[in-house]
């Protein structure tokens, strides 16, 4: 997820620029008040004010919540001994295919379940999986491990990019922030994630990998490791510093503090200090992925509101049976999808998913671009479709 920073020409309004009124004839009765009434009452994709970009309770629970959940769990996993080895099974279906999978299908609430959205782009939202999956066709063909290793670093590129946006949604509300305070959150997210990132190269191999074994390149000297260090400690200890200060003179501004302890805290802890296939799943995803279901899931409950036919039907109504129903569409799909791969191309859990039969190399080199598109296509659109410049429905 990208999201464009803010510029001096951009034009935003207040909460109540938004709507129509006129404070010297106020009449409750009147049509026009009733419309603009519906108008304020509509769903938000974010809060119209303030430091917070859902609301404090909804941002400590995006971003702050995963992380501790994560954390939780690694403690528990420590006291019964699982962080050696391969991760157990329960972290496949809790954390890999209910947050990881489900959250690449909720794209689908953001583009192709909008139909306003999907026409205004057609050639993009039909054009980008027919891109994707003959480009994977032919990575795959050359052989599997280039087609592992380019989709490796473009997931990785994705997760840290969706930091950054988060934090660029944060400078766009900091009316106060100076361009190079604006600067510095974004390096100190980029420091977050890039200075792990170095050391696990450094460090090949690990007792986990991004999606399988070898899918990163071996042989990044460690001699670049104690440089990129001292960049990484003095990045975040001119963020710390130059947010105390703003917090001392009453300027302070929670979310991005908040933001970027989880993203150092997961980053820093599921790659370097711990040795666990278990501790980078759990921190990995979890940061990662339930900050965008709520995304998706307000988007798609702000254009029911606004008409949209097909998310109106889906997620119209309350709040909680739009929530099952966001849910069960992402979990079904995801469902389907991991059965699929697990049947044919991972045969890991056949106790769940049945044991297809084995696949030749053309076979695969057909079926694994194909089950890896909503991903992919996920990893290309997330770059564009959230945009405020280019995007007017989102604006």
């Known amino acids: 997820m990208e999201f464009a920073p803010r510029t001096k020409s951009r034009t935003r ?49 995006v971003f702050a919540g995963p992380a501790l959940l ?14 050696v080895g391969d991760a157990p099974a329960w972290t496949f279906f809790a954390i890999v295919l209910a947050v990881d999978v489900a959250h690449v299908w909720s794209t689908l609430f953001r583009v192709y379940f909008d139909g306003a959205e ?75 994630c890039l200075y792990p990132l170095l050391w696990w190269h450094a460090h090949l ?13 071996v042989g990044l000297s460690s001699s670049l490791l104690p440089p990129a260090a001292l960049i ?6 001119a963020f710390a510093a130059t947010h105390a200060l703003r917090v001392f003179r009453g300027q302070g501004q929670p979310g991005k503090i908040v933001l970027a302890i989880a993203t150092a805290a997961c980053w820093y802890g599921g790659i370097v200090a711990f040795d666990s296939d278990l501790v980078f799943t759990v921190t990995n995803v979890l940061l990662h992925g339930v900050p965008y279901f709520l995304l998706t899931f307000r988007y798609g409950r702000k254009r029911a509101a606004e008409g949209a036919p097909l998310l109106r039907r889906l997620l119209g109504g309350a709040a909680v049976r739009a929530g099952f129903a966001f849910a069960a569409i992402v979990l079904v799909l995801a469902t389907v999808e991991e059965g699929i791969w697990d049947r ?46 280019s995007n007017p429905l989102l604006r």
């Open 205 to 217: 191999p690990r007792a986990f990998d991004w999606f399988l074994e070898g899918d990163f390149v």
């Open 344 to 389: 044919y191309v991972w045969h890991e859990h056949a106790g769940v998913f049945g044991n297809g039969a084995s696949l030749g190399d053309l076979t695969l080199a057909l079926l694994v671009p194909l089950l890896s598109l909503p991903q992919a296509v996920h990893y290309v659109l997330d770059g564009v479709v959230w945009r405020g410049a």
């Open 118 to 192: 999907f026409e205004r782009k057609r050639a993009l939202y039909v054009g980008a999986p027919i891109a994707v999956y003959v480009a994977g066709v032919m990575l795959h063909a050359v052989s599997s491990l280039a087609f592992w290793r380019v989709l490796a670093y473009v997931a990785v590129f994705h997760f840290m990019r969706q930091q950054v946006g988060w934090m660029r949604l944060y400078d766009r509300r900091d009316a106060e922030a100076k361009p190079w305070q604006r600067r510095l959150d974004s390096w100190t997210i980029y420091a977050c």
């Open 70 to 83: 994560a954390f939780a769990l690694v403690a528990y996993a420590a006291s019964s001994g699982l962080l």
């Open 13 to 61: 309004c207040k909460p109540y620029a938004c709507v129509p009124f006129n404070h010297g004839s106020f009449d409750p009765r009147s049509s026009s008040t009733r419309e603009a009434a519906a108008v304020a009452e509509k769903p938000r994709l974010l809060a119209p004010s303030g430091p917070w970009l859902f609301s404090r309770s909804g941002d400590l629970f």
């Open 232 to 237: 990484y400690g003095l990045t975040l200890a």
